[in-house]
């Protein structure tokens, strides 16, 4: 009674063209309250020389003038305050997208139920007889919605409270008796509880299913910070060999460097001594020239024959004082050396440098990872067991749903995840495999050459039956090694490296593959024929 009479109260403060508390009141000459700038928005849009009141449509000549009407405007105010003091279900209005009360009148409340009886939505002050009378008590009461008429029946008018299993569709009493006779009908109530029974297993599932891809994803962000922990180190750890490779080679320059310049020195020093004896040596001879000149010139024969004697005579060597010992010939070896030590350099740090294949089983097993196949890409004509892990030929396999991963002439199937980096995993066998490897970029059906494995540029494969027989891009190596039931695969994808080993008590070589891969790779197995079976073996990095 109290919400009736705060609804009362408040409907004699609106307005009646927006329908909301008065904004700026003002009284037109008849007596009725608007908000100013409704009024005047009414009145622009009549004839500019008659106005009239919206309720009681009198006329006014000429337009009035509007003036706010302050105890009105004073009294709207105190009714604010108090719809601000009261509940929220007061003032708990429809909006746009709300479920509205189907009893109100004027504006309408917020509806908190709906009754699947009454087919009818009701607030909370219009939902009290559904609780206090016994008349509603059989009525069956839901959260308010707007699409109560879902429930009757469009042919019958009537609640739709059966269901028909047959043609799993919900129908009314009468729809049972006519199109739906003799059909699995149901209530629809005992349906639901069946219902909810397959959906909380089917949540249980999917909760099952977020646990297991939380795990992946943490066990996913574990593999990332270790990588990135191991890069770090790797980067760390080059810088540092780098640097004191760079240490030793300015070590190794400036060694050298000071050995030329001393073996420079000691060269000119020697050279400058034998040019400084030359020299004198010259000096010596210009002298003698000259007496022997002034001799010449002497015509007291008597004077001439004594001194000739002592004149005549040259000391020292005839020859020159220097060998013949080429002085270049420690700078030459030098640089012969610094240049086969730059062209070793050159040529180490032009190769890639790949890391070496594991040799024994222990190694590979260190880079092994657990590796599922792909639904989606399955043959019809193969069967996935044990965790997607395992395929079997059947030519009477049920078809699977269309999807455009699937191959469709080749009995052949991909791995769900792409391969980079190092990996190592095993496949055993029976009757005739191949195992493979393949871009996720070939083709799925058509001509042979653009999907089936072997016979195009985007797949790698190893046929096991009988022998062995290595295929790319069309070309066929027949491979001799000893037969097994597991073939064992490494891939290094950065180094380009892919080998097939022949495992059984010992591991050995079949085939190994130097290429340079573009794209990441996916695990690829084909069965021949019938009853063929490959199956991606669980292994343990610590077997």
Known sequence: MAQQGNQADRVKFCCSICLDLLKDPVTIPCGHNYCMN?????????????????QCRKTFIPRPELVKNTMLAELVEELKKTELGAAPEDHCYAGPEDVACDVCTGRKLKALKSCLVCLASY?????????????????NLADASAKLQDTICSLHNEVMK??????????????SMDEHKGHDTISAAAERTEKQKELRVSRQNIQQRIQDREKDVKELQQEMEAINQSADKAVEDSEKIFTELIRRIQKRSSDVKQQIRSKQETEVNHVKELQKKLEKEITELKRKDTELEKLSCTEDHIQFLKKYPSLSGVSGSAGAPRTNIDRLWYF?????????????????????????????RAEFLKCSGQITLDPNTANNCLVLSDRNRKITHNDKNIRYPHHPDRFIHAYQVLSKDGLTGRCYWEVERSGSVGVAVAYNSIGRSGNLNAHAFGYNDKSWVLHCGNSYVFRHNKIGVAISGPQSSRIGVYLDHSAGVLSFYSISDTTTLLHRVQTTFTQPLYAGLYLSSNGDTAEFCELKQTE
């Not at 607030?123 to 009525?139: G, I, R, T």
């Not at 030590?341 to 040529?347: E, G, I, L």
């Not at 440098?353 to 040799?359: E, F, G, M, N, S």
């Open 38 to 54: 409704c009024i005047k928005t009414f009145w622009d849009g009549e004839d500019q020389k008659i106005h009239s009141c919206p």
């Open 332 to 360: 030459k070896d030098v640089m012969a050396a610094v240049t086969a030590a730059r062209d070793k350099m050159q040529v180490i740090l032009s190769e890639k440098w790949p890391q070496a294949d594991p040799k024994k």
């Open 123 to 139: 607030c909370e002050q219009h939902l009290q007889p559904h609780y206090d009378s016994p008349a509603f008590q059989k009525h």
């Open 162 to 175: 059966i269901f028909c299993r047959t043609d799993q569709q919900c129908i009314c009493i009468l729809c």
